[in-house]
């Protein structure tokens, strides 16, 4: 979130100006500071988006602000019915906007499309409010008393959002927002934030009233004023651990809620009575898909006891047929990574592996395509605890392979590691599959299942330095994250029984 200086838009020419989009239409910019957004798989800049100021980020809380008085207002029904109209809009326009998130981000068009579809998982749950926002009735609970629970809107919350799911990760946060009867307003990444805009317009059409959804684009002076402004209630953030922390300690620090999803560094830990050829086809799907750029990759395989060779083998077999390259060519299977400086970055740990005692069995420097920021698949051995390539979250596509002897050496590395995003095991054995679900320490866990992301009813998260917060995302917990509780207890006695009474109330 370091601070982008570029010149305003108005002095280049051939790139298009991206802004923010308050109280239900375009809003230039007026900072006159923005960033470049580029082409990943060119590397040739296709847009400058505008950076909020404190002021700008003001406007679309005081229209989200607005707006609330009357969303919070709207029958359940009615958000139902709307929530449907959303729904098919986005499935009928899904590849639409998957050619955004290719153009900005790098990630191939099927896996754009797969990430979209998975957003749209989340604002089918949302279609069933009027069943998630059920409370309980207890009818005399004490003489002629009931009492019973509702659940109301925060009010306006934000949403900081990262660069590796530009449309789902939103998703997952506004669709709950605003089916509970919140309004909304979204930071999302400066990488790529075409697709937040894509995002407002089809939500206006679908009938979304002005100023329930709001965009206000920046870099880390728009984030300070989402996380210090005194009428935002609530905060959902996706990023690294370092920055979740920040935004963490910052929201509540002002009194707000907050949910902040950091890192990760996923095992997958492969036992010697596995199936080879799977464990292969799902370490290398797990470890490169949209390359590497995605919280839930594996990006270390722990090989256990005598399997270690064998699969080394046949994920080297399996590298050579990934097919990298631009994601608009239909065959391509991963695409460049986002920006040239990640790339190097994410390069750097390939190049310093043997120095720390790694061996380099595929080096994804050799032969990248020239244009672009690609970075071919890397595999790393004798990948060890104190390593830069083990400690780090990569977020790239290098994928580290640790030996052990025993199961109980491989569940010690996932628990004393300081993340606790996913893991997954391969095994045939359901005793032991069973057994390592209750002993690992981790969020969300796989079973033969390399990329164990929840289905839409249940809510995604992790433990340790991966999550900031008690509440996971979406899902269950996400409703009862914009929502807070009112316990109601009611009584309609005869007037002639009134009397005063300053006893503590009781309820036998």
């Given at each position: 979130?370091?601070?982008?200086?570029?010149?305003?838009?108005?002095?280049?020419?051939?790139v298009?100006?991206?802004?923010?989009?308050i109280g239900?239409?375009?809003?230039?910019?007026?900072s006159r500071?923005?960033g470049p957004v580029?082409?990943?798989?060119?590397?040739?800049?296709?847009?400058?988006?505008?950076?909020?100021?404190p002021?700008?980020?003001?406007?679309?809380?005081?229209?989200?602000?607005k707006?609330?008085?009357?969303?919070?207002?709207v029958?359940l029904?009615k958000?139902?019915e709307l929530?449907?109209?959303?729904?098919?809009?986005?499935?009928?326009?899904?590849?639409?906007?998957?050619k955004?998130?290719t153009?900005?981000?790098?990630k191939?068009?099927?896996d754009?499309?797969?990430?979209?579809?998975?957003?749209?998982e989340v604002i089918?749950?949302?279609?069933?409010?009027?069943t998630?926002?059920?409370?309980?009735?207890s009818?005399?609970?004490s003489?002629?008393?009931?009492?019973?629970?509702?659940?109301?809107?925060?009010?306006?919350?934000?949403?900081i959002?990262?660069?590796?799911?530009?449309?789902?990760?939103?998703m997952?946060?506004?669709?709950?927002?605003?089916?509970?009867?919140?309004?909304?307003v979204?930071?999302p990444?400066?990488?790529?934030?075409?697709?937040s805009?894509?995002?407002a317009?089809l939500?206006k059409?679908?009938?979304?009233?002005?100023?329930?959804?709001?965009?206000?684009?920046?870099?880390?002076?728009?984030?300070?004023?989402?996380?210090?402004?005194?009428?935002?209630?609530?905060?959902?953030?996706?990023g690294s651990?370092?920055?979740?922390?920040?935004?963490?300690?910052t929201a509540?620090?002002k009194?707000?809620?907050?949910?902040?999803?950091?890192?990760?560094?996923?095992?997958?830990?492969?036992?010697?009575?596995?199936?080879?050829?799977?464990?292969?086809?799902?370490?290398v799907?797990?470890?490169y898909?949209s390359?590497?750029?995605r919280?839930?990759?594996i990006s270390?395989?722990?090989?256990?006891?005598?399997?270690?060779?064998?699969?080394?083998?046949?994920?080297?077999?399996?590298?050579?047929?990934v097919?990298?390259?631009?994601?608009?060519?239909?065959?391509s299977?991963?695409?460049?990574?986002?920006?040239?400086?990640?790339?190097?970055?994410?390069?750097?740990?390939v190049?310093?592996?043997?120095?720390?005692?790694a061996t380099?069995?595929?080096?994804?420097?050799d032969?990248a395509p020239?244009d672009?920021?690609?970075?071919k698949p890397?595999?790393i051995?004798n990948?060890?605890?104190?390593m830069?390539?083990?400690?780090?979250?990569?977020?790239?596509?290098?994928?580290?392979?640790?030996?052990?002897?025993?199961?109980?050496e491989?569940?010690?590395?996932?628990?004393?590691?300081?993340?606790?995003?996913?893991?997954?095991i391969?095994t045939r054995?359901?005793?032991?599959a069973r057994?390592?679900?209750?002993d690992?320490?981790?969020?969300?866990?796989?079973i033969?299942?390399p990329?164990?992301?929840?289905?839409?009813?249940?809510?995604?998260?992790?433990w340790?330095?991966s999550?900031?917060?008690?509440?996971?995302?979406y899902?269950?917990?996400?409703?009862?994250?914009?929502?807070?509780?009112?316990?109601?207890?009611?009584?309609?006695?005869?007037?002639?029984?009134?009397?005063?009474?300053?006893?503590?109330?009781?309820?036998?």
């Amino acid at each position: 979130m370091t601070e982008l200086a570029t010149p305003p838009v108005e002095e280049r020419t051939g790139v298009k100006r991206i802004s923010h989009w308050i109280g239900g239409r375009l809003v230039a910019g007026e900072s006159r500071r923005s960033g470049p957004v580029y082409n990943p798989a060119t590397g040739r800049q296709s847009g400058a988006v505008d950076f909020a100021t404190p002021e700008e980020v003001d406007a679309a809380v005081q229209a989200a602000k607005k707006a609330f008085e009357s969303w919070r207002q709207v029958s359940l029904a009615k958000r139902a019915e709307l929530f449907f109209a959303i729904r098919e809009l986005v499935h009928e326009r899904r590849e639409e906007v998957a050619k955004l998130l290719t153009r900005e981000h790098g990630k191939v068009l099927s896996d754009a499309i797969g990430e979209v579809t998975r957003g749209i998982e989340v604002i089918e749950f949302c279609c069933g409010l009027p069943t998630l926002l059920k409370s309980e009735y207890s009818e005399q609970a004490s003489t002629g008393i009931d009492v019973y629970s509702i659940r109301q809107p925060l009010g306006v919350v934000a949403g900081i959002t990262p660069f590796n799911f530009p449309a789902m990760v939103p998703m997952w946060m506004w669709a709950p927002a605003l089916a509970t009867g919140n309004t909304f307003v979204l930071k999302p990444s400066e990488k790529d934030p075409s697709a937040s805009l894509w995002t407002a317009e089809l939500l206006k059409e679908a009938g979304v009233p002005d100023g329930v959804f709001n965009v206000v684009m920046g870099d880390k002076v728009a984030v300070d004023a989402v996380l210090e402004h005194p009428d935002i209630k609530a905060v959902s953030f996706v990023g690294s651990t370092p920055i979740a922390k920040y935004v963490y300690e910052t929201a509540t620090s002002k009194g707000k809620r907050c949910q902040a999803l950091g890192g990760a560094k996923n095992h997958m830990i492969v036992l010697p009575d596995a199936d080879v050829a799977m464990a292969a086809d799902a370490a290398v799907s797990a470890a490169y898909g949209s390359a590497g750029e995605r919280c839930m990759a594996i990006s270390q395989v722990v090989a256990v006891g005598n399997v270690a060779q064998p699969l080394i083998d046949a994920i080297k077999e399996r590298i050579p047929k990934v097919k990298v390259g631009d994601g608009m060519d239909p065959s391509s299977e991963m695409g460049p990574l986002v920006t040239r400086e990640h790339r190097d970055r994410v390069a750097s740990y390939v190049e310093n592996a043997p120095g720390e005692g790694a061996t380099v069995l595929v080096d994804g420097r050799d032969e990248a395509p020239g244009d672009g920021f690609f970075l071919k698949p890397s595999l790393i051995d004798n990948v060890k605890p104190g390593m830069k390539a083990y400690e780090d979250e990569i977020f790239g596509p290098v994928l580290g392979v640790t030996r052990v002897d025993t199961y109980d050496e491989a569940v010690r590395l996932v628990n004393d590691n300081p993340y606790g995003n996913g893991t997954a095991i391969f095994t045939r054995d359901g005793g032991v599959a069973r057994q390592f679900q209750f002993d690992v320490q981790a969020g969300m866990v796989g079973i033969n299942v390399p990329i164990p992301v929840p289905v839409a009813y249940y809510s995604f998260g992790g433990w340790k330095a991966s999550l900031f917060g008690d509440r996971h995302i979406y899902g269950p917990e996400g409703i009862d994250f914009y929502t807070r509780g009112k316990v109601v207890t009611s009584r309609w006695p005869d007037p002639a029984t009134s009397k005063v009474d300053l006893g503590f109330p009781q309820t036998r």
